[in-house]
């Protein structure tokens, strides 16, 4: 490892190997990637085990893509991109709908009485809508849902759905945690969709994948890295960044033992903001803000039984609280390859939770049989094979989402105001470097900008002028 570099980049997502990629195509500068897991690829990895292939959850690249992003990917990775029909599943008043949530099939699933208190509600308050005035009105999740959707179908589905996903009281959760993450349903729309549903054949919905795993597309730019002298070091801890002298100066070890000091003429970070922030400075004003940004964690269960899902498809959704987990994957749907044996099935149980609460600190054994009786009860398995608990693991993850509760916009821009001041040459980046719940080529699609913005010759400053528009992306789900 050498003394200096032009570059540090924090952190081997797809973001920051995205702009290491664009930024050694173009300049022979010295860039160095620190991460503090044992390999590259952040929330996009695949990790190998029991001969077997794992995501970190259920990962896809959508339809909807760039056609240039879905062309970088086939370049880079390590296997070949696949194409499959998607066959998401909801569960919902005890059957299983199409996902995404078509509307005419949302209140089919509710029952005749339910679809009719959801249309009175939502008439009554469109209606109230119209003839008031509500812009004094807070806007958070729950004011905005009962206004657009009506209250009783807030009551029975999104009311629950927030305080399951968000870990909060709805009251708490901003408007652009609905506009970023929730799918929209309404007896208009409802109309719209059974209309389309009877005159458009063959309306499937697929999306890409790669043979072997997500993590096969990070692996290959680290690839292409590892051939361009850029270096990668991975099992970083104790990350410290100070100044000396006007020489910039970052410190770090890793678990082995080994400690560096290294300067650098530019900082990239990916890492989440607020602990950029704390790193920089101690400033109690500043820390403070930093310290309310909050995130929403998974606890990650991979059990295994000798069973198929009695349903078609590859992901089955659980908004409803009585189910422990939010998302279950099934690995050998999305690619055959992913599962190297005929002895049992991969269940990825997706449970949200936050670090330290209960769910975070369920011990193995009793996560494991929670999310088996929570499959039997969902009735997507029968329960009658038992689980091989041999090959059973858990991965906890603490900053998966972005908690935007009311308020947030407000302290993130502090805080971007306050290293926008302070420091003119570190840039921050990313999902978690902007605070942002995007989708792969969205994280891609920003290390790449960054990396054009510096080769351009602009300062860190004018890359903080794009933070809002990346905030307008869309989540797909």
């Not at 249309?119 to 008031?132: A, D, G, M, P």
Request: charged fraction near 25%; proline fraction near 3%.
């Amino acid at each position: 490892m050498k003394t200096k570099y032009k570059y540090i980049i924090l952190g081997a997502g797809v973001s920051g190997l995205s702009t290491a990629y664009e930024l050694s195509r173009t300049n022979n500068e010295d860039i160095l990637i620190l991460e503090k897991d044992d390999m590259v690829g952040g929330l996009c990895k695949t990790i190998s085990k029991n001969n077997s292939y794992y995501d970190l959850g259920s990962h896809r690249i959508h339809s909807q893509v760039p056609e240039n992003f879905l062309g970088f990917v086939n370049q880079v990775s390590t296997s070949r991109v696949i194409k499959n029909i998607r066959g998401g599943k909801l569960r919902l008043n005890k059957s299983f709908i199409t996902y995404p949530i078509k509307s005419f099939q949302f209140f089919i699933s509710l029952g005749f009485i339910d679809f009719f208190l959801c249309s009175f509600s939502f008439i009554k308050y469109r209606l109230k809508r119209f003839f008031t005035n509500n812009n004094h009105q807070v806007q958070n999740y729950e004011t905005y849902l009962i206004n657009h959707a009506g209250k009783h179908a807030y009551k029975i589905f999104y009311e629950p759905y927030a305080k399951k996903v968000w870990g909060c009281e709805p009251h708490e959760i901003s408007v652009n945690a609905v506009k970023k993450r929730v799918s929209m349903t309404s007896p208009l729309s409802f109309i719209k969709e059974i209309i389309v549903h009877f005159f458009k054949k063959n309306n499937y919905n697929y999306y890409y994948y790669l043979q072997q795993g997500i993590g096969d597309f990070a692996k290959g730019l680290e690839n292409f890295l590892l051939k361009k002298n850029v270096e990668i070091a991975t099992n970083i801890t104790d990350i410290q960044l100070t100044d000396v002298s006007q020489t910039h100066q970052i410190q770090f070890s890793t678990i082995s033992g080994n400690s560096f000091t290294v300067e650098y003429e530019n900082l990239i970070s990916t890492i989440p903001i607020e602990e950029l922030i704390l790193k920089l400075t101690k400033e109690k004003e500043i820390t403070e803000i930093a310290k309310k940004l909050r995130w929403r964690g998974l606890k990650l269960v991979y059990i295994h039984v000798n069973e198929e899902p009695k349903y078609k498809g590859e992901t089955f959704y659980f908004p409803e609280v009585k189910y422990i987990f939010g998302r279950v994957s099934i690995p050998k749907r999305f690619s055959e390859d992913m599962l190297n044996t005929s002895d049992y099935i991969s269940y990825v149980c997706e449970v949200p939770c936050s670090e330290g609460d209960e769910k975070w600190n369920m011990k193995p054994d009793e996560i494991y049989n929670r999310c088996f009786n929570d499959l039997v009860k969902a009735k997507l398995i029968s329960g009658q094979n038992e689980q091989i608990t041999k090959n059973n693991f858990c991965i906890n993850l603490a900053k998966v989402y972005p908690l935007y509760t009311v308020g947030w916009q407000n302290n993130f821009d502090r805080l971007i105001d306050w290293l926008r001041e302070h420091y003119d040459y570190v840039y921050s980046s990313g999902k978690c470097g902007f605070f942002l719940h995007c989708n792969m080529d969205h994280s891609v699609e920003i290390g790449q900008k960054l990396a054009q913005h510096i080769i351009s010759g602009k300062k860190p400053a004018e890359w903080n002028n794009n933070i809002k528009d990346f905030h307008n992306y869309k989540l797909r789900d």
